[in-house]
Nanobody, 116 residues
């Protein structure tokens, strides 16, 4: 099982980044896919969910609503996080998570730094 995040980097406030998480080794389409983040010195926090069914219910933490968009492509086994209007407080390591009733898989994380 592998989850590999990419797309992080340094961006100015107000800028955008698109994170990707490529999955392998499990049935991607059967898992809820989630993004979490962890800022230095803080606990890991949930950012967004996209469910596994065809209707793809989507949920966001309040602080990113209207700025971040989660999506998935089951043909590519990839989940995305489009981040717009970035703020310094969005600075964190962003982690991809695959969740089912029985298993949870994590990626290694990708650093996002929002700074001028």
């Amino acid at each position: 099982v592998q989850l590999v995040e990419s797309g992080g980097g340094l961006v100015q406030p107000g800028g955008s980044l698109r994170l990707s998480c490529a999955a392998s080794g499990f049935t991607f389409s059967s898992y809820v896919m989630r993004w979490y983040r962890q800022a230095a010195g803080k606990e890991r926090e949930w950012v967004a969910d996209i469910t596994s069914d065809t209707t793809s219910f989507i949920y966001y933490t309040d602080s990113v609503k209207g700025r971040f968009t989660i999506s998935r492509d089951n043909t590519k086994n990839t989940v995305y996080l489009q981040m717009n209007s970035l703020k310094p407080e969005d600075t964190a390591v962003y982690y991809c998570n695959a969740h089912s009733l029985r298993y949870d898989y994590w990626g290694q994380g990708t650093q996002v730094t929002v700074s001028s």
